[in-house]
Structures are given as C-alpha cells and as structure tokens.
C-alpha cells in the first residue's frame, strides 16, 4: 500500500464552503449524525480520497471532496467542547461564516438565517429540548466516563456508550461502535428523532497495527495514519445505513484537529500547527430507502 506524500496536496480537497441548509427546517424533521474522525490530517483525508482509496465516504462527500477547515481547538477535550457549543470547523477561507447551529448570545456575527440558535448552553442539551434523543458512542479517554474529565463529554447526553472495545488502543474499535449505534437505533421508536454523536478513536495514536506488515516497535506514521482512515472508511458504510433506516439523515463528518508525526520537528497535537489546525469536514443528507 503507497504512503501518501508528505506535502500537503490540494487535489481531493476543495477551500470552498459547502452549501448550508436551512437548520431550522432540518432540525425537528430529520434524525442528526456527528462523526468526529479523532486526530484525521487534512492533507492525508484529502489524499486518500483523490486516490479512490476512501470509496464510501467519497460517496457522500460533496463533489467526492473534503472541504478545508480550521479546527476549534488543538485537542480532542477543547475541539469537543466548542462543537457542542455550536462552533464546528470554521471553513478556511475569510469569513465571516454563518454557522449551522448556534447559541443564543447577542453580537454574534456567525448566527444567520438558516442557523438554529438554542437557547441552552450547549447543543446536545439544546436538541433534547426539541425532542431528540441525545445518544453519544464515545471513543478516546476524554470520553471514557473512568474518572470526572472522562464523564464531562459523555455527560452532556441522555444517553452515553464507552466500552475498551471502542478505545485508541482496540484494532477494531471503529467496528465495535457501529455495532453500538446499529443497536441504538434498532432500539428507538419509530417517531422518535435521533442526535448521534460517535468519536471514531481508530485514527489516534496508536494506530500501527491498521497497516499489515507495520509493527509496534516502528510505532505509528503518515501511513498506519492513512491505513487507520481506509479502515474506518470500509465500515463507515453501516453506520451511514443505520443512520438512514428510518427517515432522512443529515450528517456531519470532520476531525476534531489534526496530528503531527515529526513535522517540522512536532509529534502529536495540542500544539499550534498547519499539520493540527487544518481539518478535513464534509456536511451531507443520507436519504432513506426507497
């Protein structure tokens, strides 16, 4: 399997904002899904989907592209934090640029026709109140609910799901939290509107053994990052069908922030560079069954 290249390519990719819907006629009609890939690069998302090497999330990509954007925050617990208070990715290009969900504070300059302002402090807690269940898969430590800073996150929903299966360390976690959201949904009422959020942990550290061959001792790379990202990409389609099954479905899917893996001499995140603050984001409608 080629590694993808270490400069930061713009094919696949597109600056160009996509076109928001009216979130006030799309919330309260149509269940919601929020899939953060936890730590994605931009430029290796945008890579791998101008290879044909992410062939279902390409399929429901806008144009087969990701959109630039940039990243509320350099690490999962601040990112997350801000997502849920209405501040997604912010599209990287000037702004200002209206926001799809926002809460209801004077002076701002990004809630605009079409936003849908809640009057809670946060998202989550703003949907329950137009009657969604509020369900969270969690993925990374952050959301682990093993200690007060795990349960923050998780809190915020009526319901909330952690199992070892989903975490950073699990080959298969990305699978194991789609058996999750399947179940979830298999479970609600049939009139019975559905906020999901899943924080997919399969692309953070480590992540070595989703490329045959890599090993443990070599440790992680652009390209276990990029084979982490297929192996999302081959199970994404289940959670794309469950979310679907009973009425139209308006998904979100972006990273949370981005990793470095020795650029410029930084590893990780939690810092301040190209390689953590520039993400992958696409917004799209799943449709249901004919």
């Not at 208070?85 to 209206?98: D, E, N």
């Not at 990029?226 to 469950?242: K, N, Q, S």
Request: proline share 9%.
């Amino acid at each position: 399997m080629p590694p993808p290249s270490e400069t930061h390519p713009t094919r696949g990719g597109s600056p160009v904002p996509a076109e928001r819907p009216d979130m006030n006629e799309v919330v309260g009609r149509d269940d919601l899904l929020l899939l953060t890939l936890d730590t994605l690069r931009y430029d290796v998302a945008v890579e791998l989907a101008a290879a044909g090497r992410l062939p279902n999330l390409t399929a429901h990509l806008p144009g087969g592209t990701w959109e630039k954007r940039h990243a509320p925050g350099s690490f999962t617990y601040a990112s997350h934090q801000a997502m849920f208070a209405g501040f997604l990715p912010t599209p990287a290009t000037p702004g200002p640029h209206p926001r799809l969900f926002a809460a209801r504070f004077a002076g701002s300059e990004t809630t605009a026709d079409g936003t849908f302002v809640f009057d809670s402090p946060d998202l989550v807690s703003g949907l329950a109140a137009h009657g969604y269940r509020t369900v969270c898969v969690g993925g990374v430590g952050f959301f682990n609910k093993q200690g007060a800073l795990g349960d923050v996150l998780p809190g915020l929903f009526q319901e909330s799901h952690w199992e070892p299966e989903f975490s950073v360390a699990s080959p298969t976690s990305f699978e194991a939290q789609v058996a999750r959201a399947e179940k979830t949904v298999s479970e609600l009422p049939a009139d019975q509107r559905l906020f999901l959020f899943v924080n997919a942990s399969a692309l953070h550290q480590p992540n070595w053994f989703h490329l045959p061959g890599a090993t443990k001792d070599a440790g992680d790379s652009l390209s276990t990052h990029a084979a982490a990202l297929e192996y999302v990409d081959r199970h994404v389609g289940r959670l794309f069908t469950a979310m679907s099954s009973r009425r139209r479905c308006f998904a979100i899917v972006c990273s949370d922030h981005g990793t470095a893996y020795g650029d410029d001499g930084y590893t990780g995140h939690r810092l301040a560079h190209e390689s953590v603050w520039t993400v992958p984001y696409g917004h799209f409608f799943l449709e249901p069954p004919a």
